[in-house]
């Protein structure tokens, strides 16, 4: 993942290793390697980042944003991680990918959900995910707290993000790019492309599309044209 915080851009370099945490500021200077782990779902929270490490059984560690302090926080097995508001929300690869809540302490661990998720987004004081199970494929959304679950589509989505009201995916099956409104409704197809991944940044989408003669191409909308 990729945290842009303040001057500074903190990623997983794949050019260097397997996917070592770096840091480098937003003008391409001063980069630094923070670790020697294969690192995935960086989150920077204050001045500590919070990563899966599947150099290590893809469990939970964090290091100071200058690189000191790195430390182990738990043995469970993770699938994803966000970190929002205090709370870590992260799936148990063990179990399913089944959605879990807790405190950054390591206290007050909540179960928030029955069905495998996927691509979670925490934003408002929602949670919005992606299940691919058997009988329950489709976007869903609680509170923070687990409760009001609602399914938003039964749409199989891939890679879902949250922009305001708006949650952008793209189907499983057509790898076409939509667009869905936070409670369901107002959900359209935005173009027939062969999307293989997007990020956000501002009011832009940027996503990559592969070709049928085995390229890909970066290229950008700006999300109001949802």
């Not at 920077?44 to 964090?62: C, F, K, P, W």
């Not at 399914?151 to 667009?179: C, K, P």
């Amino acid at each position: 993942g990729i945290n842009v915080i303040g001057d500074r851009i903190y990623y997983s370099n794949h050019d260097d290793g397997p996917g070592y945490l770096y840091t480098v500021k937003t003008d391409g200077s001063d980069r630094k390697r923070l670790n020697t782990d294969t690192s995935a779902y960086v989150n920077v929270i204050g001045n500590t980042v919070y990563y899966i490490n599947a150099s290590d059984g893809h469990t939970l560690y964090t290091i100071k944003t200058d690189g000191s302090g790195r430390k182990k926080l738990g043995s469970v097995k993770l699938g994803e991680a966000v970190v929002a508001d205090g709370r870590i929300y992260y799936t148990n690869w063990d179990e399913g990918q089944i959605l879990y809540s807790v405190k950054t302490d390591g206290s007050d661990i909540i179960k928030l959900s029955h069905e495998d998720a996927w691509r979670i987004n925490v934003t408002g004081g929602r949670i919005y995910y992606a299940s691919h199970e058997s009988g329950k494929r489709g976007i869903y959304s609680m509170k923070t707290d687990g409760s009001d679950w609602k399914l938003l589509t039964n749409q199989r989505a891939s890679n879902i993000n949250v922009s305001g009201n708006w949650i952008f995916y793209w189907d499983f099956y057509d790898t076409d790019l939509y667009t869905i409104h936070t409670d369901g409704s107002g959900k359209k197809k935005l173009f027939d492309e062969n999307v293989s991944d997007m990020y956000f940044a501002g009011d832009r989408i940027f996503y990559t599309r592969f070709n049928w003669n085995g390229t890909y191409e970066l290229c950008m909308i700006k999300t109001e044209e949802s």
